[in-house]
């Protein structure tokens, strides 16, 4: 396991501080906000601590506010149902005594059922794709101070880099992720994990069809909600082709959908996310750095 992973692993390593009430720390840094796919999978995490029976299946979730990162974060369980096949979460995080976040998760004890999936799309073998520091360096002759860093997410771009200048106008994106190391037998911890990666990149396809920048002060992005759908058990730290379009921007608002697949074609995940996108005048401008 890599260190940026084994800080990530020891991020979601919550603090029990009462009955159904965890805390939840944070990088340290200079990010202004709080990275919401961390929020989650910690929210997500909670949820799974107070269930004895059964896998996440789901989660649908809002972000409220902005994190703050230099405050911990109170994640609030409340265990709305627990039945036979079913147990249903809300979780609330809370920082400053407001919530910032909030979570409905749905955890499911398999069973047999009707089978079908989409076909999952052609793509080359991550084998052949250049990690992206590498292909940073490749195509720009350097390496950026956020590239340099080391990251718990390892990702491999197919077609051009999202921040490529001549990038493809379509609204798609896609990559191969996985955690930068070997994890725990813990299928809670690697759901948390795929939920972190999950917000990484969805900006990527509804930013793809326009010429705005996240570091030119024109444009202001957020994540504003993140749905979910578990369908298989899977490895976080084993290859996932990550394949996401955005059908629709409108009204300050993009949608981003996302498919996640094992290397052996089999559907692991949905998403579907929706982002703020807000062009920045001398009106509207408002200052800090997005959440994603």
């Not at 996440?56 to 149902?81: K, Q, W």
């Not at 076909?119 to 720009?140: C, G, I, K, N, Y």
């Not at 509804?206 to 992005?221: E, S, Y």
Request: some cysteine.
């Amino acid at each position: 396991m890599s260190l940026a992973l084994d800080f990530l692993v020891d991020l979601l390593d919550l603090e029990a501080i009462e009955v159904n009430i965890f805390r939840g720390k944070h990088p340290e840094g200079n990010r202004q906000r709080t990275f919401g796919g961390q929020v989650a999978a910690q929210a997500l995490m909670a949820a799974g601590r107070t269930v004895d029976n059964g896998r996440v299946h789901s989660l649908h979730s809002y972000f409220l506010r902005p994190g703050d990162s230099s405050a911990p974060t109170l994640y609030e369980v409340d265990r709305i149902r627990d039945g036979k096949s079913f147990a249903t979460r809300r979780v609330v995080a809370i920082q400053h005594g407001q919530a910032i976040y909030n979570m409905q998760a749905s955890f499911h004890a398999d069973e047999v059922g009707l089978e079908h999936q989409v076909t999952m799309p052609d793509a080359p073998p991550p084998e052949s794709v250049l990690p992206v520091p590498q292909r940073v360096h490749t195509e720009f002759s350097s390496v950026d101070d956020w590239n340099r860093l080391p990251h718990p997410i390892e990702q491999r771009y197919i077609g051009e880099l999202p921040w490529d200048p001549a990038h493809s106008r379509e609204p798609r994106q896609q990559l191969w992720i996985r955690a930068d190391g070997e994890l725990p037998d813990d299928p809670l911890l690697h759901a948390c994990v795929v939920t972190y990666a999950s917000d990484m990149n969805p900006f990527d396809a509804m930013l793809a069809p326009h010429d705005v920048r996240w570091d030119n002060g024109t444009f202001m992005g957020a994540s504003l909600d993140h749905c979910m759908w578990f369908h298989h058990d899977l490895r976080a730290d084993e290859w996932l082709l990550y394949d996401m379009d955005s059908p629709v921007a409108h009204g300050g608002r993009g949608l981003a959908r996302g498919f996640l697949f094992s290397r052996d074609g089999e559907l692991k995940v949905s998403m579907v996310q929706e982002g703020l996108m807000r062009l920045l005048t001398p009106r509207n401008e408002v200052p800090g750095t997005p959440m994603t």
